[in-house]
């Protein structure tokens, strides 16, 4: 499967199709992992980021470890990292591939 | 793993000095490490402290709590934005790295130093807001002005003890456990690494630095 991997944002974007639960907020078409990153599934290919709560919980995100385009992902291994001021945090695909794009904007502008 | 040496560090110093300088696999900041450093390191299951949520401000905040029991009060000690204070003054510093099933917070403290040895870190432009543009003089405290160096670790463990079961381990024990398929992500830098972060250096950093 191919990914893009994008900023957590995109899920702040979709709102707008939201379908509030409860407390939860689950958007319409994304497919979500306990460990907070969400997959959004078209085609053969699948869009990653992480949840809002997750970067909530993260703090001020300093910057993005993102893995290089053609790389393989597993299912539920780490593919990259978050860094916020104190701490690494592992980023876990939610799919099994290869990585197609990754979202560059994150350089600049970690906390996107 | 976004830490420049040639911002952290006065890399010329460090180079002429032949201080071995580690990049850690966690997060956080810079520390010096002397026969004074008194490390604290807890590596959990992300179950192992019931209803904790595995991210950093939650940890930060339970590891303060421990930390609580160990001072009591003294020395107006608190968890201050990301560090272990005595009012403002800085004695621990904090590092975590989260993965899907662990976690691990680790800690600096600062029970004795030689001020010399802290002219070889800049003052990150990352800061606490507390700091105040404070240089390291002023910023850090050692905590052996407030307790004897026994009753900081006796408290530790006995604090410890009040949130898991303990275990004493000898270290040779835990050296001789360690997986042979182990590849640790700490490293020491080279020094064609560090003196890369100088030919790397910016007229401007160059000139704010000296």
């Keep these: 499967m191919a990914l893009r991997l994008w900023a957590s944002r995109a899920a702040s974007q979709l709102r707008s199709s939201l379908h509030l639960r409860g407390y939860a907020t689950v958007i319409q078409d994304l497919k979500y992992t306990d460990s907070h990153e969400w997959v959004k599934v078209e085609g053969n290919s699948a869009t990653i980021g992480i949840t809002d709560h997750a970067q909530d919980h993260l703090g001020d995100v300093v910057y993005v470890e993102l893995p290089e385009e053609g790389t393989a992902v597993s299912q539920g291994s780490a593919f990259g990292a978050v860094e916020s001021v104190k701490a690494t945090s592992d980023v876990n695909s939610p799919v099994s591939g290869t990585v197609t794009h990754v979202n560059r904007e ?3 502008s970690p906390a996107l | 793993i976004s830490g420049k040496a040639r911002e952290l560090l006065e890399v010329k110093s460090v180079l002429r000095d032949k201080i071995p300088v580690i990049r850690r696999f966690s997060g956080g900041g810079t520390v010096i490490v002397d026969q004074g450093t008194v490390f604290v390191s807890f590596i959990c299951n992300k179950d192992a402290v019931p209803g904790l949520q595995p991210y950093p401000q939650p940890i930060m905040a339970w590891s303060s709590l421990l930390y609580d029991e160990v001072f009591c009060g003294a020395g107006d000690f608190r968890l201050r934005e990301n560090d272990y204070v005595f009012g403002n003054q800085k004695f621990g510093g904090n590092a975590q790295s989260i993965i899907k099933n662990r976690w691990i917070h680790h800690t600096s403290f600062l029970w004795d130093y030689d001020m010399v040895n802290m002219t070889y870190l800049k003052v990150p432009t990352r800061a606490p807001k507390y700091r105040m543009e404070r240089d390291h003089s002023e910023f ?43 590849m640790p992500l700490s490293r020491m830098l080279t020094r064609q690494e560090l003196e890369a972060a100088i030919d790397a250096e910016p007229e401007s950093l160059l000139s704010q630095s000296l």
């Design chain 1, 106 to 108: 994150l350089d600049g």
């Design chain 2, 140 to 182: 850090i405290c050692r905590m052996k002005d407030l307790l004897p160096r026994s009753a900081f670790i006796e408290g530790t463990i006995k604090a410890a003890g009040t949130h898991f079961l303990l275990r004493f381990v000898p270290c040779d024990a835990i050296e001789s456990s360690a997986s042979a398929n182990f």
